[in-house]
């Protein structure tokens, strides 16, 4: 089984964005983060339909670490209730998946 994750959490604002990014590569949480967008989000909120501009962040990490990187992100954000979604990585270069295992500490 591997053992590679993609995060995907959103910010609200480009600096943001970067600031979570970099916090989580600096405290070996993520191998990489990438930043896309600006994307359109669409969504309930407060029983009212939302439309807002956000940074989507995708967080290359292990399911080790995966605890750590979400207590991050609840540290580090400015939303009240911010995305944090795990997606398990079923395949990809050995390569690739090494160099994430390499690159996320331990604890």
Known sequence: MNESLVVLTTAPTAE???????????????????IVGPVTSVYRWEGAVQRSEERLLLVK???????????????????????????????????????IRAHVGDG
């Open 16 to 34: 943001e964005a970067d600031a979570l990014a970099a916090a989580l590569v600096e405290r070996q949480l993520a191998a990489c983060v990438q």
């Open 61 to 99: 990490t292990t399911a080790a670490a995966y605890p750590r990187v979400e207590a991050a992100i609840r540290e580090l954000h400015s939303y009240e209730c911010p995305e944090v979604v795990a997606l398990p990585i079923e395949a990809g270069s050995c390569d690739y998946l090494a160099w």
